[in-house]
């Protein structure tokens, strides 16, 4: 079973900076440091975001001190063999860095790590593409993401590939999905609420590979799901503190700006404010550091398919209000910690 290519890319807008900055917040800890472990950098055809762009947020205020790049069909080699061509997102996330590096050695390690594609139901056979990534990443590839987030509306669209439902069982990608932990990579699991027992069994199945759940699991809030936001926490909250129970998985905590959560931000005449962010998340993020601990959970900006509704200074805000509660350990872990320690990372 593989996964099928059948329609363009997402586009992902992004609000317009003139409706941004009508909301406008003082720093909250601005020393605090920041991992920020789950962003993408892309062109066209979708609204371009990429080192330029992600640098001006991420020196908008909040120490950013190191970040990690995640899989979005990017720059992949257009020659060559088919199944290496995803190794050119590695390269061109590396070449990033190494731009950051030379023109800001000073200023954040943008994609430090790198979160790259490869076709797990390709079987063993992926071993060659996982070997190339990590021979192309040079020391900065950390793992692959095979985002298996389906739904039977096809409002709830989320990724270039549309994947099978319960792609995560298949034989193929099992096979493939057991080369990466001998070659000391993770896996970035995108799948939505309703999809969470899937990755508790692939977990307790494969339980020495490290495996990250990408926005708290997608908890959705349009389509079938509008207006049904308790129904669908009960649901989601319950495959949560199942997952946990697993050591090998962490949780990014974020993601929630996506059209899909429902919350309609970037309708709003003026974008929300850290403290109303962090209203509408607190039964999530409380549920996900209560279930996995803060040694196993960590925020993320989703930048920039998250800037549709809101700044990335207000994001951070947000972040912080939400760990106002916890020590200052359990705050170096959500913030910089569990990331650097989850990705191998070298916090500057």
Do not use: C, T
């Given at each position: 079973?593989?996964?099928?290519?059948t329609k363009p890319k997402p586009m992902h807008p992004i609000a317009s900076e003139e409706w941004l900055a009508k909301t406008q917040e003082e720093i909250l800890e601005p020393d605090l440091p920041i991992v920020d472990p789950?962003?993408?950098?892309?062109?066209?055809?979708?609204?371009?975001?990429?080192l330029e762009e992600f640098l001006a947020d991420a020196t908008s205020g909040h120490n950013v001190r190191s970040s990690i790049f995640v899989d979005c069909t990017e720059q992949y080699r257009k020659t060559g063999p088919e199944h290496l061509r995803s190794v050119g997102e590695t390269e061109f996330a590396l070449?990033?860095?190494?731009?950051?590096?030379?023109?800001?050695?000073?200023?954040?390690?943008v994609c430090e790590g790198i979160i790259s594609y490869a076709d797990l139901c390709a079987g063993a056979a992926v071993r060659e593409v996982l070997e190339a990534h990590i021979e192309a990443g040079e020391g900065h590839f950390k793992g692959i993401r095979q985002s298996t987030s389906w739904d039977a509306d096809d409002r709830l669209r989320t990724t270039?590939?549309?994947?099978?439902?319960?792609?995560?069982?298949?034989?193929?990608?099992r096979e493939g999905f057991a080369q990466l932990a001998p070659l000391g990579l993770t896996f970035d699991s995108w799948v939505y609420f309703h999809q969470l027992q899937d990755v508790v069994d692939l977990a307790r199945d494969f339980p020495d590979t490290t495996i990250i759940l990408d926005h708290i699991g997608g908890p959705l809030g349009i389509g079938p799901y509008e207006g049904k936001r308790e129904e669908v926490f009960q649901v989601w909250s319950r495959g949560i503190r199942e997952l946990a129970k697993s050591p090998n998985v962490h949780v990014k905590i974020g993601g929630m700006g996506m059209r899909i959560a429902g919350y309609g931000f970037h309708e709003m005449e003026t974008p929300p404010g850290s403290q109303h962010l962090a209203d509408a998340w607190r039964p999530y993020v409380e549920t996900c550091i209560e279930a996995f601990g803060a040694d196993r959970a960590m925020f993320e900006s989703?930048?920039?398919?998250?800037?549709?509704?809101?700044?990335?200074?207000v994001l951070w805000n947000a972040f912080k209000r939400l760990a106002a509660g916890c020590s200052e350990d359990e705050k170096t872990q959500l913030f910089s910690g569990t990331a650097t320690r989850v990705y191998n990372l070298t916090l500057a």
């Open positions: 079973m593989s996964q099928a290519e789950h962003h993408h950098l892309w062109g066209d055809p979708r609204p371009q975001y990429l070449s990033v860095f190494k731009e950051a590096q030379r023109r800001y050695p000073n200023g954040p390690r270039a590939r549309i994947p099978p439902a319960r792609l995560l069982y298949d034989e193929k990608l989703n930048f920039s398919v998250d800037k549709l509704g809101y700044s990335f200074p």
